[in-house]
């Protein structure tokens, strides 16, 4: 299984875009899915995350300008992604994770989805 993220694309800092989160043949309502990002030469890492509750976590140089949320009646998981820094410029990916305050992923990593905040 796996899980598409699609959405990215090029902006200008302090810009906006919402990224979106989809599964074929999964339902995605019961899982804690995460959004993680790789900027070139960077290892991977856990950006959001929210809970099948709803409950929702982020690391420390997105919050407050990101959002993470979900529609289960369109088996979708979004990224909000709100003042748009060039440090934020990254492969996106969306994965099912583990466990909520864990960092470790279930699937195959899937294409993502590119982000580049330039001028």
């Known amino acids: 299984v796996q899980l598409q993220a699609s959405g990215g694309g090029l902006v200008q800092p302090g810009g906006s875009l919402r990224l979106s989160c989809a599964a074929s043949?999964?339902?995605?309502?019961?899982?804690?899915v995460g959004w993680h990002r790789q900027a070139p030469g960077n290892q991977r890492e856990l950006v959001a995350a929210?809970?099948?509750?709803?409950?929702?976590r982020y690391a420390a140089s997105v919050k407050g300008r990101f959002t993470i949320s979900r529609d289960n009646a369109k088996n979708t998981v979004y990224l909000q992604m709100n003042n748009l820094k060039p440090d934020d410029t990254a492969v996106y990916y969306c994965?099912?994770?583990?466990?909520?305050?864990?960092?470790?992923?279930?699937?195959?990593w899937g294409q993502g989805t590119l982000v580049t905040v330039s001028s």
């Open positions: 929210i809970s099948a509750a709803g409950s929702s």
């Open positions: 994965n099912r994770q583990r466990a909520y305050y864990s960092d470790f992923v279930l699937y195959h």
């Open positions: 043949g999964s339902s995605l309502g019961n899982y804690v």
